[in-house]
């Protein structure tokens, strides 16, 4: 990222193979990976499996605070789960998606500029596209609070179009409001998961050595073709880990739907932290918590099967 | 819902929760777990201590000359440099107990999921004193989760408690328990984004074809249903299921023609000031600062009446210094330090004899129902009786599905 010489570029690295050179571990050497992997690993079983086991325990689990709770195998919850908050999970799914979508239509173009188009500008841009990171989360959600408001600068704009009749027709908007609606969901997440968009599409568009768009108009491709054809092909890594990255966290949020959102908005993210907290239903919050967890696994496996990119990942 | 509140930021200093041992206690736990599905039968939770038992714990208050307690955020007084709080200094120079102060409370559910783990485990969390508001309070007695009281080590306490907060149904006579902090629930408006409508009752949010979208209530189940029942005529105190779910209903109507913008924590702050909504549920504490803040705000107490509720302090089981926790709560029933306190976090004051000492701090704060209520205001006040197990389950869930999760 530093250096912005172009036909320095590194060609892409050879198919397999062990990088030449490398001489045969030794003997004493052997246990040496393991002790590396050992903190990783740790970190993973303490973080990773040991919540994911009780989990899943509390999921099978029934009784109540007083009571204790106990496992008795009770897999209806999942049924139940499921059966009652199916609508709130299709949301979750839609938002996510949509939000997902948005985040391409705007990070590739940014990406694409600043990759390519950016110059000496470059670094200055990216810093830009992160700075938001330096402020909490929360603070940029409700940043958008502010800007929304009834009877604000963009809300009033929006009337005086009357955008937000045909919006209010489509369902995504209520009366003449922005906040509290959909639309005022949907463009939070958008906003709030750009960057993870914009950074991956950035590294592998970066990688893409602009000798390969020479030598396309060499052999009389229009830009557009050069793009279809060669840019666009060898970016896909960047796609898939950016829509990975901006749909997975998206659809378990919930901050943007409890501050942006009313009642007609929540997500299933929603419905796992007020079973959590407030209702004390452990087993149907964990159940909730393994179905969205089964859903955006399915979800990113049939995503990465159609783009047939898992050799890029 | 109100997991995270905008308006109470979480203070940089954050005690952790993780302590060393619980860390390596959790990694041994961690590996016995990896042994296969197996391990998912051994994840059961204990059932709670025995019910209204006395869960006492050896007390080291003697030896160790200390005290921690947690609070929630903007609940002390703060001196001008707003780093000290002069009350707990007047305590430490009093006695010589340190008093290692937290403000790690942001949401009662929230704090309860954190500590849930080590009380159900019969260890201490760590906090001889905690402020919670009464319904958690009832759940942690009734759990035997919270030590009982020494009456004493409370004389001031006792003999200044004000009448109105003396025997709640939940804990008859204070035996667990005291007051921080009385919190009366009213409606709250902001006059130009009314604009003209009258707001005076509960019917008149939910029903008013003008606020259509511009109302707030609040995402605590006992405020939002205590006030909503008040409107219909029944006392929060002695209701019955289907009064609860007559209310119930009545909301869900609101909701469904759109009348709610939305459910809110704390936050609901900010949707008032701006506008956003015309009026809210609220609670009065809040609503004195903000008045102070932006003249266009107000409030209205229903003729219907009001719903009032407690942040109390309570002594969580396995904390070690129970008596030095007794002896910092009496020290707040002062009228000098009550009034200090009423001051600062505008609050009902739950101590009798504050009046005099409140008015020479600040006449306008003691001339106010909402922080010293006068004989009217107390009348109309009203409490949400305290609820079994199954009836808080019961509630709390019809009551999500109300609010769309």
Redesign the interface.
């Known amino acids: 990222m530093t250096s912005p010489t172009l036909t320095g570029a590194a060609s892409p690295p050879a198919p397999g193979g062990a990088a030449p050179g490398a001489r045969p571990p030794r003997r004493r050497g052997r246990a040496l990976p393991y002790l590396l992997l050992l903190p990783g690993l ?1 970190w993973l ?2 973080f990773f ?2 919540p994911m ?2 989990q ?3 999921s ?2 029934t ?9 008795t195998w009770h897999f209806a919850t999942y049924a139940d789960a499921v059966a009652e908050y199916w609508p ?1 999970f299709l949301r979750s799914v839609l938002y996510a998606g949509t939000a997902t979508v948005l985040c391409l239509l705007l990070g590739y173009p940014l990406a694409y500029l600043i990759a390519f188009r950016a110059g000496r500008w470059r670094n200055l841009v990216m810093i830009l596209v992160i700075a938001p990171f330096f402020t909490s989360f ?1 603070i940029r959600t ?1 940043a958008w ?2 800007i929304l ?3 604000g600068v963009v809300v009033d704009a929006l009337n005086t179009l009357h955008v937000l009749d045909v919006t209010s027709r489509l369902g995504l908007t ?2 003449d ?1 922005v ?2 609606t959909p639309l005022a969901v949907v463009c939070g997440l958008t906003y709030n998961f750009l960057p993870f968009m914009v950074l991956p599409l950035y590294t592998s568009l970066e990688r893409i050595d602009p000798r390969l768009h020479e030598a396309a108009a060499d052999l009389h491709a229009r830009p557009a073709t050069v793009f279809r054809k060669v840019t666009l092909p060898l970016s896909m890594p960047g796609v898939v880990a950016g829509t990975l990255l901006t749909f997975i966290p998206a659809g378990g949020d919930y ?1 943007n739907a ?2 942006l ?6 997500m299933i993210g ?2 796992i ?9 452990y087993p149907t919050a964990a159940a909730l918590s393994f179905v969205l967890m089964a859903v955006i696994l399915v979800a990113v496996s049939v995503h990465i099967r159609r783009s047939g990119t898992e050799e890029l990942l | ?1 109100e ?2 509140e ?1 308006d109470r ?1 979480p203070p940089a200093r954050r005690r952790a929760v993780l302590s060393r041992r619980s ?1 390596l206690r ?2 041994a ?3 016995l ?2 042994g296969g599905a197996g ?10 201590g025995n ?1 209204r038992g006395a869960a006492a714990a050896d007390d080291h208050s003697a030896k160790e000359r200390t005290v921690s307690f947690s609070n929630w955020t903007e609940y002390m007084d703060v001196d001008e440099s707003e780093k000290r709080h002069p009350t707990l200094e007047a305590f430490t120079a009093r006695t010589g107990v340190e008093v290692r102060y937290s403000e790690d409370i942001n ?1 009662n ?2 704090f ?2 954190k500590i849930k783990p080590q009380l159900a485990a019969g260890q201490d969390t760590g906090r001889d004193l905690i402020c919670v508001t009464d319904w958690l309070a009832a ?1 942690m007695i ?2 035997g989760w919270a030590q009982k009281l020494d009456p004493s080590h409370l004389p001031t306490a006792y003999a200044n408690l004000s009448a109105q907060f003396r025997s709640p149904d939940w804990d008859p006579g204070r035996a667990y328990s005291y007051p921080w902090t009385g919190i009366s629930t009213v409606i709250a408006y902001n006059k130009k984004a009314l604009d003209g409508v009258e707001v005076r009752s509960v019917s008149d949010l939910l029903d008013h074809p003008k606020l ?3 109302v707030g209530l609040l ?1 605590e ?1 006992r405020d939002t249903m205590g006030m909503t029942l008040l409107d219909m005529g029944k006392d929060p105190g002695d209701f019955t299921d289907d009064d609860y779910d007559a209310a119930l209903a009545r909301l869900q109507k609101a ?1 469904d023609k ?1 009348q ?4 809110t924590g704390n ?1 609901y702050t ?2 008032l000031t ?3 909504f015309a009026a809210c549920v609220a609670w009065a504490g809040d609503v004195v600062q903000l008045k102070a803040d932006s003249p266009e705000i107000d409030f209205v107490v229903p003729d219907s009446g009001y719903l009032t509720s407690t942040d109390n302090l309570l002594v969580p089981a396995g904390a070690r210094h129970k008596t030095n926790a007794e002896r910092l709560i009496d020290h707040f029933y002062q009228p000098a330090m009550a009034a200090r306190l009423a001051a600062y976090i505008n609050y009902v004051c739950p101590v009798d004899g504050v009046k005099d000492e409140l008015a020479r701090i600040d006449a306008d704060a003691a001339a106010n129902p909402l922080i010293l209520p006068d004989r009217a205001m107390a009348e109309k006040s009203r409490e949400f009786r305290s609820l079994t ?2 009836e ?2 019961a509630y ?2 019809k009551f ?1 599905k ?4």
């Not at chain 1, 959102?261 to 929540?266: E, I, K, L, M, V």
């Not at chain 2, 709610?260 to 459910?263: L, P, S």
């Open positions: 740790l079983l303490v499996a040991l086991v009780h899943a325990s509390t099978v689990q009784g109540s605070l007083e009571a204790g709770y106990e496992v709130q929360l409700l609070k502010t408001a009834d009877g209520a009366g409001r906040l509290a901050v409890d501050l959102g009313s009642t007609d908005t929540r929603n419905v932290q007020t079973q959590f907290l407030r209702v004390l239903d | 819902m997991q995270y905008p930021l860390l959790a990694s736990g961690g590996v777990a990896a391990a998912l039968g051994a994840c059961g939770i204990p059932p709670a019910p949401d559910g929230e309860f999921a759940r009734r759990l259509k979208g511009r995402t189940m909701v759109g709610i913008r939305r459910f936050d900010a949707d701006s506008g956003d197990d199954e808080e389950t709390e869930a999500a109300l609010t769309g999760a």
